[in-house]
């Protein structure tokens, strides 16, 4: 009985594993799309005939992209398993 139900519990453990990584995996694949689909925005407007001005635009929303992602990268981190006394990483999962 014992050894039953450390397998089920290790199965359990296994399941909530791989779902939290799973979770992570997607929502950084939907950052990274975001990232993508932004930056492909950002180099397609033809709204300035002046190429200087057109580079300076697009170079500050490129700062502000940057920012953005790196604020949401920010988030996805502090939003993570519990933090231990030791050092973590991204890869550090949360077992019940």
Same mark, same amino acid.
């Given at each position: 009985?014992? *050894? %039953? &139900?450390?397998?089920?519990?290790?199965?359990?453990?296994? =399941?909530?594993?791989? &779902?939290?990584?799973? @979770?992570?995996?997607?929502?950084? &694949? #939907?950052?990274? !799309? =975001?990232?993508?689909?932004?930056?492909?925005?950002?180099?397609?407007?033809? $709204?300035? #005939? /002046? !190429?200087? =001005?057109?580079?300076? #635009?697009? @170079?500050?929303?490129?700062? =502000?992209? %940057?920012? /953005?992602?790196?604020? *949401?990268?920010?988030?996805? *981190?502090?939003?993570?398993?519990? $933090?231990? @006394?030791?050092? @973590?990483?991204?890869?550090?999962?949360?077992?019940?």
């Amino acid at each position: 009985m014992h *050894k %039953l &139900t450390q397998e089920g519990v290790l199965a359990m453990q296994f =399941e909530d594993i791989v &779902t939290q990584m799973i @979770s992570r995996i997607s929502q950084r &694949t #939907t950052n990274v !799309g =975001e990232y993508l689909h932004a930056f492909l925005r950002l180099h397609q407007d033809q $709204k300035e #005939t /002046n !190429g200087l =001005e057109r580079f300076r #635009t697009r @170079s500050q929303r490129l700062v =502000e992209l %940057l920012v /953005n992602s790196q604020v *949401k990268a920010d988030a996805m *981190k502090s939003h993570g398993p519990a $933090k231990h @006394s030791q050092a @973590s990483n991204d890869g550090d999962i949360e077992l019940f």
